[in-house]
């Protein structure tokens, strides 16, 4: 990418909101979560959970959504690593912009979520942010769900997963944080409850692990096209992922700049440690219109094998039985399995 800012392009060919009744119809006749979640309307669509607001924003960007061919599209389930795929590949695309004045880093003052837009999530917020001049968008939407424009293109697509039990952990204490900032305090969400839909497939955007498995299969037939990566990975070996990232994203690292050190102050740049230190992400929020996150709940820990410190051995046992069911026959396993 040349260092000045290419103009700005235009991926959403409908005004903001259009279409909107006929997307809410096909939502009511959709099977809901029961009992309902205490914060969230949710709906199975294409035999995935999701929050009503982005299915119905996941539906009309199936339609009405322009895929750039240079776009390069971030993938996840909620809680397995997103934010931290952010800030490296926003570093990664733009690291002529700002490496030699890293003052001017926009992630040294936005949030890596307002670095990289989440297309369903954005597309309500702030639909103006989908036409971002970088080719690096992100979305939590299942495989299949995406929208058409993408399916039928060749653009490129990271996906990023993590060991089952660390996802749910990260997921309820980010909910938690969340219903209490909404002053949902007695809910009568329990970690049981919580547990019992992830557990049997109704979390945010999943089934969890058919998720994980529609993207895996597609890295497998297309490898050229599905970076499929782990959390776990990227943690125990950060530098050589990012640089494979780069690879793949078509942006590699240049001797010379593997000489300076560049990769190495990306890694420093977008380190847990680093980003949750900055002001804006100890004090700032997330602004979703109807709702305002705390930056801060987008870092905790960011650690491996945390679900120790929550999960009953029974709960994690029958977690890892599902684990070992759908993902080890095609090969999936995770570091702590091998
Ligand atoms: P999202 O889906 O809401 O965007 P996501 O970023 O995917 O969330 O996941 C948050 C998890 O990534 C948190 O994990 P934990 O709850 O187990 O701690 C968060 O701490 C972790 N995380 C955020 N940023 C980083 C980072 N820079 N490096 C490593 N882990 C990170």
């Known amino acids: 990418m040349p260092s000045s800012s290419p103009s700005k392009v235009s991926r959403l060919s409908i005004s903001e909101n259009s279409n909107e009744t006929k997307y809410k119809e096909i939502i009511s006749t959709l ?19 999701f929050h009503s607001s982005t299915l119905e924003a996941t539906l009309s960007l199936s339609e009405n959504f322009k895929a750039q061919p240079s776009d390069i599209y971030l993938c996840s389930s909620p809680k397995t690593g997103t934010t931290w795929l952010k800030a490296l590949a926003f570093s990664i695309v733009t690291r002529d912009r700002f490496l030699d004045d890293d003052s001017s880093n926009p992630l040294l003052n936005k949030v890596p979520h307002n670095c990289v837009p989440t297309l369903e999530v954005d597309y309500y917020a702030n639909p103006s942010f989908l036409d971002t001049d970088l080719p690096v968008l992100a979305t939590h939407v299942p495989y299949a769900c995406l929208p058409r424009s993408v399916l039928d293109s060749d653009c490129k697509i990271i996906y990023i997963c993590r060991e089952p039990k660390d996802t749910f952990v990260s997921w309820w204490h980010y ?10 305090v007695e809910s009568g969400k329990t970690l049981e409850q919580e547990f019992k839909w992830f557990h049997g497939g109704k979390s945010m955007y999943g089934p969890y692990w058919d998720h994980v498995l529609e993207y895996f299969k597609e890295s497998v037939q297309r490898p050229e096209r599905v970076f499929f990566l782990t959390y776990e990975d990227l943690k125990s070996d950060t530098l050589n992922y990012v640089k494979k990232l780069a690879e793949f994203m078509g942006k590699p690292f240049t001797e010379e700049e593997v000489n300076q050190g560049v990769v190495e102050k990306i890694v420093a740049r977008c380190n847990i440690k680093s980003l949750s230190n900055l002001e804006v992400n100890k004090s700032g929020f997330f602004d979703l219109k109807q709702w305002k996150i705390s930056n801060s709940s987008y870092f905790r820990k960011g650690e491996v094998g ?29 570091p702590s399995e091998k």
């Open 31 to 49: 099977p809901k979560l029961d009992p309902p979640h205490p914060t969230y309307e949710i709906n199975q669509y294409n035999g995935f959970w």
């Open 306 to 334: 945390d679900w120790k410190n929550l999960l009953t051995e029974d709960m994690a046992k029958s977690i890892d039985k599902i684990t070992e069911e759908k993902f080890h026959p095609v090969g999936l396993k995770f």
């Open 175 to 184: 909910d938690k944080k969340q219903q209490e900032s909404f002053g949902i």
